[in-house]
T-cell receptor, first 109, second 114 residues
Framework: GQNIDQPTEMTATEGAIVQINCTYQ??????LFWYQQHAGEAPTFLSY????GLEEKGRFSSFLSRSKGYSYLLLKELQMKDSASYLCAVSDRDYKLSFGAGTTVTVRA | NAGVTQTPKFRVLKTGQSMTLLCAQD?????MYWYRQDPGMGLRLIHY???????AKGEVPDGYNVSRLKKQNFLLGLESAAPSQTSVYFC?????????????FGPGTRLTVL
């Protein structure tokens, strides 16, 4: 099975940087995904990491350390529209995803 | 392309009633999934399918059945609804061709069982 932990809530100011950590213990590993989910909406894909290191995509970056079972999502230059839940998910060898409970990020003006 | 669609969007059932949730995708994806999302617990996989005519159990399959008679459709059935099945249900699909494949999610069905 999979055990995936991430903080429940984070608050930050518009224009600031926030780092959302995710730790996992898995029986199989085929990569780690980050999804964004606005309240009342469907999750949407943000990033995928399977090799150690940092992947940068505009204002969002995601980091993975497989040896430590650790990932983080970095949100830079925060905007009000970034207020959402961020879901960490680990893929096992059968393309199934196991999700963490999600981190709700609130951006304040 | 509509992507992934789900019907209905909302439903209220009484305990013991049955219903079917329909998921449809127009992206020619092989893999389809049903999740439920409950507060504080994240998305949990109920059942999934790796192709037309196939289904498999996920993490929380009890009380649910599924069918994938056509590649584009994945049905989730509740034979005898219970209050514990009150949840938001999401369907998703992916190509299944690569590890990096993202899953595309439908808008969700909010189900309340009284």
């Amino acid at each position: 099975g999979q055990n995936i932990d991430q903080p429940t809530e984070m608050t930050a100011t518009e224009g600031a940087i926030v780092q959302i950590n995710c730790t996992y213990q898995t029986s199989g590993f085929n990569g780690l995904f980050w999804y964004q989910q606005h309240a009342g909406e469907a999750p949407t894909f943000l990033s995928y990491n399977v090799l150690d290191g940092l992947e940068e995509k505009g204002r969002f970056s995601s980091f993975l350390s497989r040896s430590k079972g650790y990932s983080y999502l970095l949100l830079k230059e925060l905007q009000m529209k970034d207020s959402a839940s961020y879901l960490c998910a680990v893929s096992d060898r059968d393309y199934k995803l196991s999700f963490g409970a999600g981190t709700t990020v609130t951006v304040r003006a | 392309n509509a992507g992934v669609t789900q019907t209905p969007k909302f439903r209220v059932l009484k305990t013991g009633q049955s219903m079917t949730l329909l998921c449809a995708q127009d992206m020619n994806h092989e893999y389809m999934y049903w999740y439920r999302q409950d507060p504080g617990m994240g998305l949990r996989l109920i059942h999934y399918s790796v192709g037309e005519g196939t289904t498999a159990k996920g993490e929380v399959p009890d009380g649910y059945n599924v069918s994938r008679l056509k590649k584009q459709n994945f049905l989730l059935g509740l034979e005898s609804a219970a209050p514990s099945q009150t949840s938001v249900y999401f369907c998703a699909s992916s190509t299944g061709l690569a590890d990096s494949d993202e899953q595309f999610f439908g808008p969700g069905t909010r189900l309340t069982v009284l």
